[in-house]
Every structure is written in structure tokens, then in C-alpha cells.
């Protein structure tokens, strides 16, 4: 699935999608002289369901296409009188399956988790319609963790073994990126529909297959440097209001 998203986003047709989506909305919205759109609230906030999709260099370099978790954000609102513009912070947490390496007796499972912390600034189209399109604009970091651990059977975990863990490591890079989505006024809550466009800096993280034993016990590894940890994000979810 990456493959195809990279595909597309070669095209530009990601890069273009906050466009295609917001364009005709802006131009579309009305504001009439004499009518009230609504008073924004201060502060919203939204939690979602969260699906990573790596592309460019990161796709060929993790053996997931697709990494799964959640977001949070929240967004102050600095004008009463509408909600067009709000910014704040935006939160991601997705889990990378990235495989097993036996070694001898042992199977040991690396696992790759990613750690998305942005400032968010959010472009909002003013209309009394149900449906509302968004600009988002992220700047912040990406940090990726790599946990090694020997990987138990289903009966030791069932009887609590204490889990044998070689190494943890972590790395950050800077990210930033450009999203746009919609909301759906359903009374009490919303539903939200985002898409993101993520690039991101260089990168160092363990490679799994490189993992051997040097005969005494002792694991040894190798790094891999990124030279993109590009990303697309889609996330489904509901926002409320403070």
C-alpha cells in the first residue's frame, strides 16, 4: 500500500489534496453582512484513530507498510467571535510491527514505534453548513523507538515471565507538514476526517536483520540512517468542546 501512496504523492497528488479540498470549499462558503455564523469556542479538542503510512526512503527501509495508534490535539481558539483561525498541540503515537530474527535458540522481536509531537496551526472555512473543511500546519519532531526484545512463547507470557529485553534506543528528527480534513457537526460532538503529508529529517534507527550474537551472549547491531522519515497520516475520530 505505501508503494501506491508514493506513487501518488511523486505525482504531487498528495501535496495538492489540502488544496483540492479546501479551494472550492473557501471559494464556495458564503458570509453574509447580516447573518451569524456562531461564536467559536475557546478550546476544542479531538481523539482519533490513527493509521502511518511510511513513503520515499522510509517505505523501503521498515518492513511494515503501515504503522497503527492515535492522535490527540488540542487547539485554543484566541477569537470568540468565529473559529477560523486556532492553533496548539498535536499528538501522535503509532506502533511499527517490524518482525522476528531467530538466532540460535533464541527468536528475538524488534518492534518500531513512532512519536509525533507538533505545534499545530489550523485554517478553519466559516459556514453554518454541517460540513466544515480545514487547512492544518505542522512543525515539531518525529521520534522513532526501537525496542529488542527476546520474544516469549504464549505460555510463558500467559504465566507472567519476565520479558528479557536487549535494548531500547531512540531518535529524533525534525518534522513538519501540511494536512487538511472535515468535521461533521453531530450535536454534542464531531466527527473528524484529517489526511497529513509528514516529511522529515535524517534519521539513525537499528536495523532487525543485522542483530547476531557474538557467541558470548552479547547482541550487536547495526544502524540505519534515514535520509527522509516522510510519512502520510489518516486519522478518523471525534472532537468536543471545553
Known amino acids: ?36 455564523l456562531g461564536e467559536g469556542k475557546f478550546v476544542e479538542g479531538t481523539l482519533a484513530f490513527a493509521a502511518g503510512f511510511p513513503v520515499e526512503e522510509f517505505a523501503e527501509s521498515i518492513d511494515n507498510d503501515f504503522g ?15 473559529d477560523f483561525f486556532q492553533f496548539g498541540i498535536d499528538f501522535n503515537y503509532l506502533h511499527f510491527e ?29 459556514t453554518d453548513k454541517i460540513v466544515k473543511p480545514y487547512a492544518d500546519f505542522f512543525i515539531g519532531a518525529k521520534i522513532m523507538a526501537t525496542r ?5 512463547d504464549f505460555f510463558s507470557t500467559v504465566l507472567g515471565a519476565e520479558e528479557i529485553i536487549l ?7 525534525f518534522s513538519y507538514g ?48 534515514l535520509g527522509s522519515t516522510a510519512m502520510i497520516l489518516s486519522q478518523i475520530g471525534f472532537g468536543f468542546e471545553f
Request: net charge neutral; aromatic share 10%; with cysteine.
Open 1 to 36: 500500500m505505501s508503494k501506491l501512496l508514493e506513487r501518488y504523492l511523486n505525482f504531487g497528488f498528495l501535496r495538492g489534496l489540502c488544496v483540492a479540498l479546501l479551494l472550492p470549499a473557501f471559494s464556495m462558503a458564503q458570509f453574509p453582512e447580516d447573518e451569524v
Open 68 to 82: 497503527i495508534g492515535l492522535n490527540f490535539n488540542v487547539l485554543y481558539n484566541p477569537n470568540r467571535a468565529n
Open 98 to 126: 517490524q518482525g522476528k530474527v531467530r538466532i540460535g535458540d533464541d527468536r528475538l522481536k524488534a518492534t518500531n514505534s513512532a512519536f509525533l509531537l507538533h505545534a499545530l496551526g489550523r485554517l478553519r472555512v466559516q
Open 148 to 152: 529488542t526484545k527476546i520474544d516469549q
Open 167 to 173: 535494548d531500547n534506543e531512540s531518535r529524533a528528527a
Open 178 to 225: 501540511i494536512g487538511g480534513g472535515l468535521t461533521f457537526d453531530l450535536r454534542k460532538v464531531r466527527l473528524d476526517i484529517r489526511i497529513s503529508y509528514l516529511p522529515g529529517g535524517k534519521m539513525e534507527y537499528i536495523d532487525p536483520k543485522s542483530i547476531t550474537d557474538d557467541g558470548n551472549g552479547n547482541f550487536t547491531f547495526d544502524y540505519l540512517e
